[in-house]
């Protein structure tokens, strides 16, 4: 069974990228685009939508009651 590998368009730029061993950074292209992404992250500018306004301290405390 020969099959060939995976390819992936890198999420920053949209370069092919074969996801395997040879590529370190998959799904990212090279290590440019990865912390690129993370700054994205980073400042906010990407997440994840939540069901939600209930921030990290609403309904939590380090008080024993």
């Known amino acids: 069974m020969?099959?060939?590998p995976l390819q992936v368009?890198?999420?920053t730029c949209n370069k092919?990228?074969?996801w395997n061993?040879?590529?370190p950074y998959r799904p990212f292209c090279c290590k440019r685009c990865q912390l690129i992404d993370l700054g994205e992250w980073?400042?906010?500018e990407k997440?994840?939508?939540s069901s939600g306004e209930i921030s990290d301290n609403d309904e939590?405390?380090?008080e024993q009651e």
């Open 2 to 4: 020969s099959s060939s």
């Open 9 to 11: 368009n890198c999420p």
């Open 16 to 18: 092919l990228v074969i």
């Open 21 to 23: 061993e040879e590529s």
């Open 42 to 44: 980073a400042d906010e």
């Open 47 to 49: 997440r994840i939508p």
């Open 60 to 62: 939590w405390s380090e």
